[in-house]
């Protein structure tokens, strides 16, 4: 099993661009969500969701947008990139017992 | 404000040197308290999960426990590829609104030496 794999591992962009960044897991779990991590910061929630079509904000929605049309995947996506989105981007999905998997995340820079 | 404090931030050991991490938390409601090993580039890896004052759970050289208001991760001898950083973080209970929200201390940075 792969667990939960995010793509792509690296990326840059230019303010104003707007991207994707993907999330999917095979470990039939209802429960995802996205959080960004910062230096001295600790990992901050984004988005999550309880299940597909069903999606919430967290602690630092704005900038943000999910969708959740299935169990497996889960993108974020960055709508006008700002530099203050620099950071890595963990996504992670939840066990029974609240336990979280987290993918390798992806390192996003904004220029 | 819920609040999860971890100290201290870096702590280097020699092999076989045992010491603790602390995990100090200011939340009412706790349903549960949750321990993490991250490796550089890497995600978070789950260790430990603690639900109760007074419990313990162990996992080769590491004992994590938990009292009413923080929690500690012991490590026993231990050696160079126990470097990592450790992060703890903490969930409420449904009931204050918590069921969906994880919130991370900022994590101790442990290196082990030869």
Redesign the interface.
């Known amino acids: 099993n792969a667990g939960?794999t995010q793509t792509p591992k690296f990326q840059v962009l230019k303010t104003g661009q707007s991207m994707t960044l993907q999330c999917a897991q095979d470990m039939n779990h209802e429960?995802m969500s996205w959080y960004r991590q910062d230096p001295?910061?600790?990992?901050?929630?984004i988005h999550?969701s309880?299940g597909a079509g069903i999606t919430?904000q967290?602690?630092v929605p704005n900038g943000y947008n999910v969708s959740r049309s299935t169990t497996e995947d889960f993108p974020l996506r960055l709508l006008s990139a700002a530099p203050s989105q620099t950071s890595v981007y963990?996504c992670?999905t939840r066990g029974t017992?609240?336990?979280?998997?987290?993918?390798?995340?992806t390192r996003l820079t904004v220029t | 404000e819920d609040q999860?404090t971890q100290s201290p931030e870096a702590l280097r050991l020699q092999e076989g040197e045992s010491s603790s991490l602390n995990c100090s938390y200011t939340v009412s409601g706790l349903?549960?308290l949750?321990w993490?090993r991250q490796d550089p580039?890497?995600?978070?890896?789950?260790l430990f999960?603690l639900y109760s004052a007074g419990e313990e759970k162990e996992k080769e050289r590491l004992k994590a426990t938990l009292t009413k208001k923080e929690s500690f991760l012991h490590i026993t001898a231990p050696k160079p590829e126990d470097s990592a950083t450790y992060?703890c973080?903490v969930?409420l209970g449904v009931l204050t609104g918590g069921g969906?929200?994880?919130t991370?201390?900022?994590?101790t940075q442990l290196k082990v030496e030869l």
Not at chain 2, 41 to 46: L, R, T
Request: glycine fraction near 22%; proline fraction near 4%; charge should be neutral.
């Open positions: 939960v429960y001295g910061m600790g990992l901050r929630l999550y309880v919430d967290g602690e963990f992670a017992h609240y336990e979280q998997y987290f993918g390798p995340g | 999860v349903r549960g949750f993490y580039g890497k995600g978070p890896e789950f999960t992060l973080a969930q969906n929200k994880l991370f201390g900022t994590g």
